[in-house]
């Protein structure tokens, strides 16, 4: 069961320069659930998600792998 963070309790806190979370929920054994900011040209370091990821773009665009993302 995944520790959910209310909405009222949820902060952004920086990750790395130029880029921002904030923690949705996070299960026990690790992972979770999380939005990100990402200030123009900022760059979010290289991880691994063993059990996979998936994103989706508000607004702006970006690279993700070999892939050019947008909004939507």
Do not use: N
Request: aromatic share 10%.
């Amino acid at each position: 069961m995944p520790s959910y963070y209310p909405l009222d309790s949820r902060a952004w806190k920086p990750l790395t320069e130029g880029v921002r979370v904030a923690e949705l929920h996070r299960y026990a054994r690790g992972g979770g659930a999380a939005l990100f900011e990402l200030e123009a040209g900022a760059i979010l370091p290289e991880h691994d998600h063993p059990t996979g990821e998936h994103g989706y773009v508000i607004e702006g665009a970006g690279i993700f792998g070999d892939r050019a993302l947008s909004a939507g």
